[in-house]
Nanobody, 116 residues
Framework: QVQVVESGGGLVQPGGSLRLSCAAS????????MGWYRQAPGKQRELVAT???????NYADSVKDRFTISRDNAKNTVYLQMNSLKPEDTAVYYC??????????WGQGTQVTVSS
């Protein structure tokens, strides 16, 4: 079993920044990719950014050049630096980790609200 815990969400004004953290624990000997997804009320969950064990990143078009995903393998932690935030970025952000065996684990989410 892998436990995933997100932190760093909150309320920020448009144009502001937030840094989300996601720590994985438990059976994490062979973690592979990690990523961030988000879901607004009444909408489906969508991909924000992913990063492979080798450091290859992928971003949704809506956040590219504003968000940066990174990971610290020694700490089993993935980060999401969010800059130039927009109201449409408001959502619950979920962390996802995938083992080398293909098993996926999710956190409970952290709320990000962008509003003036």
């Amino acid at each position: 079993q892998v436990q995933v815990v997100e932190s760093g969400g909150g309320l920020v004004q448009p144009g502001g920044s937030l840094r989300l953290s996601c720590a994985a624990s438990g059976s994490i000997f062979r973690l592979n990719s990690m990523g961030w997804y988000r879901q607004a009320p009444g909408k489906q969950r969508e991909l924000v950014a992913t990063i492979t064990g080798g450091g290859t990143t992928n971003y949704a078009d809506s956040v590219k050049d504003r968000f940066t995903i990174s990971r610290d393998n020694a700490k089993n932690t993935v980060y999401l630096q969010m800059n130039s935030l927009k109201p449409e970025d408001t959502a619950v952000y979920y962390c996802n980790v995938v083992s080398v065996y293909g098993r996926s684990s999710w956190g409970q989410g952290t709320q990000v609200t962008v509003s003036s």
